[in-house]
């Protein structure tokens, strides 16, 4: 049986001689974390979205459809890629394409 290593502690700073703290910085790092973590939680969001419009979509036997809102959803080769496609009153189309 292999030995297991103890976890080395981490020793703290002694008071005087911490690292320097530039507020800028440590702001900054905050709104990144913050901005990283609302990303996850937004992409776990468009995943749950995603996979239950691709079941809609094979349930009732469909490759594209049109909402009334204008939104045209494609779903692509293979089973869980799919396209969405708003027009806009220009005539512009916005286009998403999620390829996971």
Excluded: C, H, W
């Amino acid at each position: 049986m292999a030995k297991r290593r103890r976890k080395k502690t981490k020793q703290g700073y002694l008071d005087g001689i911490e690292p320097p703290s530039i507020k800028e910085i440590d702001e900054a790092a905050e709104e990144f974390y913050d901005a990283k973590l609302e990303l996850k939680e937004l992409k776990e969001k468009s995943d749950g979205a995603r996979d239950k419009l691709v079941e809609l979509l094979q349930a009732n036997q469909l490759e594209t459809y049109k909402t009334p809102e204008g939104i045209l959803v494609s779903l692509k080769e293979g089973k869980s890629r799919v396209t969405a496609k708003k027009q806009t009153d220009g005539g512009d189309e916005n286009e998403y394409v999620d390829d996971d």
